[in-house]
Structures are given as C-alpha cells and as structure tokens.
Nanobody
Framework: QVQLVESGGGLVQPGGSLRLSCAASGSSSSINVMGWYRQVPGKLRELVATVARAGSRDTADSVKDRFTISRDSPKNTVYLQMNSLKPEDTATYYC??????????WGQGTQVTVSS
C-alpha cells in the first residue's frame, strides 16, 4: 500500500508562487503515475497535472502555462511548481498515485489559498 504525504501549501498573494511536494512511501516501487488534483467545496475533484514513470504528462489547460510538475523517482517524490497564482487556484490540492496494477492512492490534501 502506498502512503502519500503532501506539503508546501499555504496562503499566498495573487501573482505569487508556491511549490508543493508529495512524498510516497510503502509500496512505492510499484507506482506508475503520480500527480496532483484539486477540489473546491461543492465541485468535483479535477486534474491539475500528472506524470507517468516513463515521462508522459497530462496537465489541465487552466494551469499548463503556470504550473510545472516534476518527479524524482529515486526519492519517490513529485512536485508541483505553481507560479502566477490566481484566486481561482484556491483549493485543496491532493497528491495522487496510480500503481501498475491499477490501484489508486490519495494524500490527505494540502490547502492552497490565493488572496490579497
């Protein structure tokens, strides 16, 4: 079983930057895809960005020019560099992992608030 722990969230002013980190432990050698989703109360959880072990990426159109996902496989860690943050980026950000058998894991989430 994979355990995911997020860090790096917080309060930032519009136009600012944050870097989220997610460290995986447990059966991390079986992870294929890692990435980030976000959710606002009353709305569905939505894709932010993911990266597969082979390097392919999937990034939401709303953030692709501002956010960058990266992965350090030996450290079992995925990052999300968030630049030019907007108030509409305010959400709980959840780390995600998909193993090679098709099983998903989720972190508990880290809050990102963009406000002046």
């Amino acid at each position: 079983q994979v355990q995911l722990v997020e860090s790096g969230g917080g309060l930032v002013q519009p136009g600012g930057s944050l870097r989220l980190s997610c460290a995986a432990s447990g059966s991390s050698s079986s992870i294929n895809v890692m990435g980030w989703y976000r959710q606002v109360p009353g709305k569905l959880r939505e894709l932010v960005a993911t990266v597969a072990r082979a390097g392919s990426r999937d990034t939401a159109d709303s953030v692709k020019d501002r956010f960058t996902i990266s992965r350090d496989s030996p450290k079992n860690t995925v990052y999300l560099q968030m630049n030019s943050l907007k108030p509409e980026d305010t959400a709980t950000y959840y780390c995600y992992a998909l193993n090679m058998n098709g099983l998903s894991s989720w972190g508990q989430g880290t809050q990102v608030t963009v406000s002046s």
